[in-house]
C-alpha cells in the first residue's frame, strides 16, 4: 500500500470485515482482480472517521461490518468488462433482478470511476454487539434495486429504522449517504478527492514505496 492507506482493522480494533470482492460471493460470481486478500483498506482519514461512527453505534448496541472499502482501479475495469459479458443466470437473482447487467453503470449501481478508489468510501452495515446477528435492512449488500434505495417503499418498519440509523450514525461520523445504495457512505471531507488509485489489496502489512498513485502499484 502507500503512504495513508492502512488495514481498517488496525486501526478500529473490533470492526467486522467480510470483504466480498475478494471472495466468490459478489455480484460478478468470483474473486475480483485487485483483491488477493480479503481484508479492508482505507486512507487513515476513513479510518478515523469510522472509529466515530463504531462509538456512535456502540451506543445504540450495534457494530460495524464492513463489506469494501478502498477499490483498485483495475477492479472498477473488471466489472465494466464483466457488465459486457453475456448473461449466464448465476447471480442475476440475488443481485440484479429487475435489471439486465449491462444497465448496471446507467442506474447508477456502479461507477466507471469510483469513489472507493480514492479510499475515502465504504460499504457497511450492523450488527447487534450482543448476539452478533446482522441487521435487517431490507436487503442485502450489492442488491442492485429501487428497494436498496434510501426510503424505499417494500421493506418493514424495523428495516427502515435500522436503515436510519445506519445512515445517523455515518453522517454525525462524517460521511454523507448514496441515495441508490442503503449500505455506501463516502467521507464528506475525503483526503484525495480527485485520485483514484489502482495498487492491489495484498496480504503484505504496508508497502514502503511512497509517492506511487493510480496504475504503478503492480
Known sequence: MIDDFVFVDELVPGVRWDAKYATWDNFTGKPVDGYSANRIVGTTALCEALRRAQESAASLGFGLLLWDGYRPQRAVDCFMQ????????????????????SEMFEKGYVAAKSGHSRGGTVDLSLFDLVTGELAHMGGDHDLMD????????????????????????????GFDRYECEWWHYTLRNEPFPDTYFDFPVTPAARARSAGLSAGLMR
Open 82 to 101: 464483466w457488465s459486457r459479458q453475456p448473461e449466464d443466470g448465476r447471480k442475476k437473482p440475488r443481485h440484479y433482478p429487475n435489471i439486465d447487467r
Open 146 to 173: 429501487p428497494i436498496s434505495h434510501h426510503g424505499a417503499d417494500g421493506i418493514t418498519e424495523a428495516e427502515a429504522a435500522n436503515r436510519r440509523n445506519l445512515s445517523s450514525i455515518m453522517e454525525s461520523a
